[in-house]
């Protein structure tokens, strides 16, 4: 509730919203490639704005962990548009050449 924020600001709640509030990850893939004799994995998605206001798209943070559950690699990255109108979409591309053969990838909205 908008005009209650004084409130809740008096009552220590923060009334900010959190880095990609209203935003949803989409179609994330990731493709192992050869570029240069050197194997890349090139990882791809949408994200799409799901409010009726305006957003701010925050850094993206990808991480790398291997089979054991071991973090290999982790970096940020920019969507390609760095806001979203109402039900508005863009896209992102990064790639590592970092990629261990078996392990897990997770993309998230970078909020530190």
Do not use: C, H
Request: charged share 25%; proline share 6%; glycine share 8%.
């Amino acid at each position: 509730v908008p005009a209650a924020a004084e409130l809740y600001s008096m009552a220590g709640l923060d009334t900010k919203q959190a880095p990609g509030a209203g935003l949803e990850l989409r179609e994330v893939k990731s493709v192992r490639r050869m570029v240069d004799g050197e194997r890349v994995v090139v990882i791809e998605g949408v994200v799409a704005n799901l409010t009726d206001q305006p957003r701010s798209v925050p850094e993206l943070r990808a991480s790398l962990t291997d089979a054991s559950g071991a973090r290999v690699d982790q970096w940020t990255f920019s969507a390609r548009q760095a806001s979203l109108p109402p039900g508005g979409v863009t896209t992102f591309e990064t790639s590592t050449k970092k990629a261990p053969r078996e392990g897990s990838l997770a993309i998230d909205f970078v909020t530190d």
